[in-house]
């Protein structure tokens, strides 16, 4: 199983990102993914869920209304759309699938700062 995110940056507050996480090695389109991002000294924290199809996706509180978790079942990637960045913002965010027992991507850094 591999995970592989990508996307983070260095960006001004209220620009926008949008993070990939291309996968193999298990049935992405019968699988659930989700991101997480964890902050500097902090716990690391539930950002977004999608199912298998794609139809129910649901949000950690601070990226509702900001951020739009989809998928691509033909390129078995996973996507994380950031609007509105805010410092907070800030953080590794990681891939998850909930396939098998605790996979993640190796995270990717996003810094929001002016």
């Known amino acids: 199983v591999q995970l592989v995110d990508s996307g983070g940056d260095l960006v001004q507050p209220g620009a926008s990102l949008r993070l990939s996480c291309v996968t193999s090695?298990?049935?992405?389109?019968?699988?659930?993914m989700r991101w997480y991002r964890q902050a500097s000294g902090k716990e690391r924290e539930f950002a977004a869920h999608?199912?298998?199809?794609?139809?129910?996706?649901n949000y950690g509180d601070t990226g509702k209304g900001r951020f739009a978790i989809s998928r691509d079942n033909a390129k078995n990637t996973v996507f994380l759309q950031m609007n509105n960045l805010k410092p907070e913002d800030t953080a590794v965010y990681y891939c998850y699938t909930l396939y098998g027992s605790n996979y993640w991507g190796q995270g990717t850094q996003v810094t929001v700062s002016s």
């Open positions: 090695g298990f049935p992405f389109s019968r699988t659930a």
């Open positions: 999608i199912s298998s199809t794609g139809d129910v996706t």
